[in-house]
């Protein structure tokens, strides 16, 4: 037994220090991934101190309690005053310890974990390790040395992409490129043992910030930055943080002091730290782990351990959601009434894993393994014992009631029965069952095994431990869960509403397609709402109006005009644009622009020049209104959920932090009176300021100051039928 000393423990997390065979070891110790809080950097800081001042001890290494090693510095911190050392006064202490220091890493390391490493003289990792530098995804840059001494271990080009992207690699791949020394099984006893055979050879213990070979070896061309500039440009459009982690980059090849380019990495790290987006993407960082809690589910609320499932239905949905089963490693197997239309399915599921192949996102032995675990049959007889059955057949209540049905008779009387309806009562469906308590919304984004949201749709009789298990199951899918009350259009699909609305009654009033979806799409959006709707198809409103009788609405009076001449959209070459053969990129449609006249002329709307901006405003704060709406109905349960679900499900740009952290920064007052000129201008009585925004402007406030779901006077609203119109 060895003495064990608690440093740093005052203050947040703490770092564990006992002397093994004469090697000090300096456990972090700050549950649940120990992040580099102030109670670590000074018990790291007092640990180094100690472990140099006492003659026993003749090398030491840094390793990490629990699961992860270190997640990097601590989030949360960010924005404050900042207590207590620095992270860069305890690096140097790491980095200029007179005796050998091995990182043990033991679990995750990630940021400031991995930038801890990399001060270490040498670095092993358990085979279970994986390791990264994601603080691009927080609007910020790797600011404690990382993209100094990383590019000097693995080379620029490969630290570019790794700190770009932002990605986790595992540790046999950070063996691959020289991140870490070796692999272990045995992390901590092999991490003293080599840490001891290093203090007694004559071996130099070498220093990253030393290496100079491939930093210099990239001087003099411009190539990698160039590659790293198209990178940045593809998958982090309007993101301010990588191309200051160019410039750092660029400072560790061109600066022949090390201390030099850790001083640029410095200053580039402030600005980033500053910048608006920062704020925005962390509040997404903290917003989705919100998210994923239920106000009144409790913490210890027990889970249904879910080993097996079955989907309903091979369709496009049906096929993406087994997918994200096998992708996490849960057998799934699909049920469909049809043998042609299973066969096409699983044939598509085949050629999508074939397609990872293809693009080396997976190998031919882990499709094999990942797609074994999907099997199918015509029979519901062989899915009575799995654990969750998700329905992903088309949209019709009495299909998926009688569907629901001949579920409960069939499958064990624990499973947990979930439906991706995209707009349909949850509790007509769990009142087919005799088990309205295991019956659960899932709404799934299409394509599923891609789009992270998932809305889940808590019914009136919804049971805690179906709600929590299925929260639960979300985070093991990968996916960023929102739950939503069960209320006409959930909560993504009614605020989309509102702003398709807006974007078609700008083309009544002036603009063109292409003008609205470029102001959008310069605001960040991923595609704008023309774009969109013709990669949807203009087609299946316009069927569902003229199969129910319906006139269109005046917004979709352009809409249903386009389909009635046969301009479906993408998917025949023809909509709001119009496409070449085998090709998505949209073209302009001058042949359009009488319908649109036509269609304001017959409504009597003047056409006029519409500004980019007020394009923005009215639909993006059609989105504002709709959330404020929603959020006092309490259909969703905070602000924040509703920027989860518009960066995951609709291609809002997660630098702004959603559409109601936009609000926020704009400021609740200012929307106030954005929203009112528009309903002057327009007279659309759907920019009346919701009587949330109107209270929040008054009292100064935000979005995410209202109060909690809990304190509404609308706190019955889960169980109340007053909530939302049921007219679905
Ligand atoms: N700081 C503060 N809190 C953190 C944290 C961090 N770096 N990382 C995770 N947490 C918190 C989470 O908020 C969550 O808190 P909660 O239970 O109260 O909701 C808890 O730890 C557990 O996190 P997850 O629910 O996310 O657990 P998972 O197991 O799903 O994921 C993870 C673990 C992969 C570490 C994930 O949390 C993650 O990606 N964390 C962020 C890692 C990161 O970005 N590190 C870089 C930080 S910036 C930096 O280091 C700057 C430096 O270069 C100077």
Redesign the pocket.
Known sequence: MHLQIILGSQMKGAVLYEVINNVAVLTVDN???N???DGVRQGAFDGMVRAEEDPNVKAIVITGKG??FI????????GGTGEGHS?NEVFRKIEFSSKPVVAAING?A????L?TALCCNYRIASKEAFM????V??G???????TQRLPRLIGPSEALKMIIS?A?ISANKAYSLGVVDLISDNILEDSIKFALDKAQSADHHPKVRDLNEKVIEARGSDNVLIEAKALAAKTRKGQFAPGQIIKCIEAAIDCDDFDEGLKKEGEY?LECLLHPQREAMIHI??G???A??IVDVPKETQLKKISSAAVIGSGTMGGGIAMCFANAGIPVHIIDQDANNLKRGIGVIEANYSYMVKRGRINEDQKNSVFGLITSSLNYEDIKNVDIVVEAVYENLELKTSIFKSLDEHVNSDAILASNTSGLDIDSIAQATNRPEKVVGTHFFSPANIMRLLEVVRGDASSHETLATVMSLG?KLKKASVVSLNAPGFIGNRMLSGYTTQANMLLLEGALPHQVDQALESFGMSMGPFRMLDLVGLDLGWRARKLGGKDAPLASKINDELCEQGRFGQKNSKGFYNYSEGSRAPNPAPENEDVYRRISANNGIERRDISDEEIVDRCILSLVNEGAQILSEGVAQRAVDMDVVYINGYGFPIWRGGPMHHANTLGIKEVVERLNKYKVLTKDASFTPSKMLLELAANGKKLENAPEINDREEKLAFNSPSVGNKNF
Do not use: C, M, Q, T
């Not at 997640?71 to 960010?78: K, L, W, Y």
């Not at 990630?110 to 974990?113: C, S, T």
């Not at 840059?141 to 990382?146: F, H």
């Open positions: 549950p649940p991934v992040p580099l809080s699961r992860a997640a990097g510095a601590d989030i949360s911190e960010f992270l995750l990630l940021g400031g974990g930038e990264g530098l994601p603080e995804n927080l910020l840059l790797p600011g404690a040395g990382g932002g986790h790290f960082f903290f989705e782990r919100a994923s809690k985070k």
